[in-house]
Each structure stands twice: as C-alpha cells, then as structure tokens.
C-alpha cells in the first residue's frame, strides 16, 4: 500500500518513499492519443522504466527532464493512407502520448536512455540516503 501524500512529503528519507514517489505517475497531457505502458524495475542501485512503444521511431520520442518530474512524450505517426484502405476494424492507436514520472527522490544527473526493438528504457541511479544525521556531542 503506498504511503500517504503527508508522509511521502514530510518524510522523504524513508526508503517506501524513495520507491513510491518514483512510481508516482503524473498522469498525460490533455493533448495525448495513446497511453504507453510502462514497467519500472528496481535494478540494484538504480531504476528502470521501460515504456513500450512498438512502431515509433526514435526520433519521434523526446525525453525531458522539468525540475522532479521526468518527461517522455512522442507521436506514433500512421503511414496508412486511410482514403484508399477500406477499414473493417481499427484497433491500432497514433497520435502523441505523454507520460511523466516524480523523480524527487532519485540522482537526477545519472538518467540515461536507450531505444532498442520499440521498447525505451530509461535508467536512473538511486539517490544516497544518509540515515542518520546524528552529531556527536564532546
């Protein structure tokens, strides 16, 4: 069960709040088409998000970092030339998508990014969380 906005925010060095901030999603723009899904894997030292995105170039993606928030967005571009093909059924989405990921509590200067096989995963390292913060009285 993640932790209430109240601890999450109060209490920042827990490490359930490392996680679940990280996998707070913020949701899409208004102007999106598709929602990409995504997994996040906690690797060691770091996190992956791996967004699936069968049928989009790389250069069709841009990743952003916005203060604590991680951006990735793009557009799937449909190359059916809908006036000459005669749809029964149309399941497959284009348009632009938007996901966004609160980074807060991650080392934002260690994200990278790799596009391989329609799938993007992007790598960020954990932050170090001093446990205690005791001062030594002489």
Do not use: C, W
């Amino acid at each position: 069960k993640p932790e209430s906005a109240f601890n999450s925010h109060f209490f920042p060095g827990s490490l359930n709040s490392v996680f679940n901030t990280f996998f707070e999603d913020a949701g899409v723009k208004s102007n999106v088409n598709f929602f990409p899904q995504a997994d996040i894997i906690e690797k060691g030292d770091k996190f992956e998000i791996r967004l699936a995105l069968p049928g989009i170039k790389k250069e069709d993606v841009k990743i952003a970092l916005e203060g604590d928030m991680l951006n990735i967005e793009g557009e799937r571009k449909s190359e059916i030339n809908e006036e000459k093909e005669k749809f029964v059924r149309r399941e497959f989405s284009y348009g632009k998508f938007s996901r966004s990921f609160n980074v807060s509590n991650l080392d934002k200067s260690s994200i990278e990014a790799a596009f391989e096989h329609g799938i993007l995963t992007v790598s960020i390292s954990k932050s170090k969380i001093e446990k205690n913060n005791i001062i030594e009285i002489k």
